[in-house]
């Protein structure tokens, strides 16, 4: 087992601990987003997702949350057309101990997380299946990320996008702790992805499939973010 692994499932129990105490506080000092978690109604505010929405002209829009937690943050309606249906289906490796965890406070939310790997996605779901994938500090906290966001290539339709929104150097800031193993960052617009043993320039690895465009953005609680929009290519 490799070291990224080891330590990543060391990490496991720390994040269901986590999200144990987020349902059980209702979501702590983040309160007014967990009311947004659970919220059938509430509008999609990320600025990416609402971009990538304006680019399609489907009445259905499916959305895949990866590594989404107990509860899926992205919105449930496009705030610009309330009529268009947003069909959100949200995959983490944990979702079997989060529904425990929602079941034994009595939470329900209105999208059901999935147990699925983001490495398996593209074997589980198939290609061109869903219009935007998302993932937000999430697949830096994984045993391979470059391998997730290949998937999420695979499984994104061609006028789509994926949308990452990320910790600038998460892992190096966490000292490589629990299940911070991996750093996103930007070095003139190329998204770069790094860990103690791998490094990844993403733009130049997805090259010949999609386009990134990625740049830091500022952020409150904890370190700057790092957010990237991919749009896949035709396929051959």
């Known amino acids: 087992m490799s ?3 080891s330590s990543w499932r060391r990490g496991l129990p720390s994040e269901v601990e986590f999200w144990e105490e987020y349902i ?3 979501g702590g000092e983040f309160h007014d987003e967990y009311r947004e978690r659970l919220d059938p109604t509430s509008a999609i505010t990320d600025p990416l997702i609402i971009d990538a929405l304006a680019r399609s002209s489907s009445e259905l829009v499916r959305i895949l949350d ?4 107990p509860l899926t943050a992205i919105g449930k309606r496009d705030p610009s057309d309330p009529q268009r249906k947003i069909e959100i289906v949200a995959i983490d490796p944990l979702a079997a101990e989060y529904r425990r965890i929602l079941e034994s406070f009595g939470v329900a939310g209105p999208v059901m997380t999935e147990p699925c790997r983001g490495e398996d996605i593209a074997t589980r779901f198939g290609r061109d299946t869903f219009d935007i994938a998302y993932a937000r500090n999430a697949i830096d906290h994984s045993i391979d990320p470059m391998s997730i966001i290949e998937n999420m ?3 994104v339709r061609p006028a789509g996008m994926i949308v990452l ?3 600038r150097r998460e892992a190096e800031q966490m ?3 629990q299940l911070h193993q991996w750093n996103f960052d930007v070095d003139h617009g190329r998204l770069l992805l790094w860990g103690k043993r791998d490094r990844f320039d993403v733009t130049e690895r997805l090259g010949s499939k999609a386009a990134v465009a990625a740049r830091p953005h500022p952020g409150s609680h904890h370190a700057d ?3 990237a929009a991919i749009s896949p290519r035709e396929r051959d």
């Open 175 to 177: 000292r490589y702790e």
């Open 153 to 155: 290539v695979e499984v």
């Open 225 to 227: 973010w790092v957010e």
């Open 24 to 26: 059980r506080t209702g």
């Open 66 to 69: 990866v590594g989404a937690g």
């Open 3 to 5: 070291s990224t692994s």
């Open 165 to 167: 929104r990320h910790y």
